[in-house]
């Protein structure tokens, strides 16, 4: 499943910004009831609720494909595949029967990169929940570590949680290139209506703190 390009004016494919119109409602959802429903973002990890840096933010990175993302309170430890435009101009997702795989979007930058690194994953597919079932969970603070073709590892925390409407998305500010190296990190929430899947998207947002180098 995907979002077609039309009614983005002004947005070339293949640019970070045209991702924004492509990852709305990207996730697919068999029937939101295989182990029930995912953990919500709680008010207190919303963007504004807080100082909006844990800790100084970390030096770029070169570019280099993420193979690896390792979320510790979530206990994450899944592959990473790039993911592009579908023949019908949607973003392609991971494959549907993979519960635990995350996709990067490989037209955008790399994590660890300055700007805005995108990764995408299912919140549940047909046999159960699926890799990033739990975003609503996170904390601000908690951990997020990429592993990357190179060798290296590009470490990041949250700096927030939110959970937005797909009618009222923030495309902008999800996906607008950051001056500094971020990370967000998109599934399904926002409640589930019976019929037409998941009313939202969970986001979170985290900026890159270190890095180990290969």
Same mark, same amino acid.
């Given at each position: 499943?995907?979002?077609?390009v039309?009614?983005?004016?002004?947005?070339?494919?293949?640019?970070?910004?045209?991702?924004?119109?492509?990852?709305?409602g990207?996730?697919?959802?068999?029937?939101?009831?295989?182990?029930g429903?995912?953990?919500?973002?709680?008010?207190?990890?919303?963007?504004?609720?807080?100082?909006?840096r844990?800790?100084?933010?970390?030096?770029?990175?070169?570019a280099?494909?993420?193979?690896?993302?390792?979320?510790?309170?979530?206990d994450?430890?899944?592959?990473?595949?790039?993911?592009?435009?579908?023949?019908?101009?949607h973003?392609?997702?991971?494959?549907?029967?993979?519960?635990?795989?995350?996709?990067?979007?490989?037209?955008?930058?790399t994590?660890?990169?300055t700007?805005?690194a995108l990764?995408?994953?299912?919140?549940?597919?047909?046999?159960?929940?699926a890799?990033? $079932?739990g975003?609503?969970?996170?904390?601000?603070?908690?951990?997020?570590?990429?592993?990357?073709?190179?060798?290296?590892?590009? $470490?990041?925390?949250?700096?927030?949680?939110?959970?937005?409407?797909?009618?009222a998305?923030?495309?902008?500010?999800v996906?607008?290139?950051?001056?500094d190296?971020?990370?967000?990190?998109?599934?399904?929430?926002?409640?589930?209506?019976e019929?037409?899947? $998941?009313?939202?998207?969970?986001?979170?947002?985290?900026?890159?703190?270190?890095?180990?180098?290969?």
């Amino acid at each position: 499943m995907g979002v077609r390009v039309s009614g983005q004016s002004g947005r070339r494919l293949g640019t970070p910004a045209l991702a924004a119109a492509l990852v709305l409602g990207a996730w697919l959802v068999h029937d939101g009831s295989t182990g029930g429903l995912p953990p919500t973002p709680s008010v207190a990890e919303a963007l504004g609720a807080g100082p909006s840096r844990h800790a100084l933010t970390g030096i770029p990175m070169k570019a280099s494909a993420p193979t690896r993302v390792r979320i510790p309170a979530l206990d994450v430890d899944a592959p990473v595949t790039g993911v592009g435009l579908d023949t019908g101009g949607h973003l392609a997702t991971p494959p549907d029967d993979q519960r635990n795989l995350a996709g990067w979007y490989r037209d955008g930058v790399t994590p660890g990169q300055t700007g805005t690194a995108l990764l995408v994953g299912h919140v549940d597919i047909a046999s159960g929940p699926a890799v990033f $079932y739990g975003l609503g969970a996170l904390h601000r603070g908690d951990r997020i570590d990429v592993a990357r073709r190179d060798g290296s590892t590009a $470490y990041f925390l949250a700096d927030a949680i939110e959970v937005y409407p797909k009618t009222a998305f923030p495309d902008r500010q999800v996906f607008g290139q950051a001056r500094d190296p971020e990370l967000r990190l998109i599934t399904c929430g926002g409640g589930y209506t019976e019929g037409e899947g $998941y009313r939202g998207n969970v986001v979170v947002y985290a900026h890159l703190t270190g890095s180990r180098r290969a």
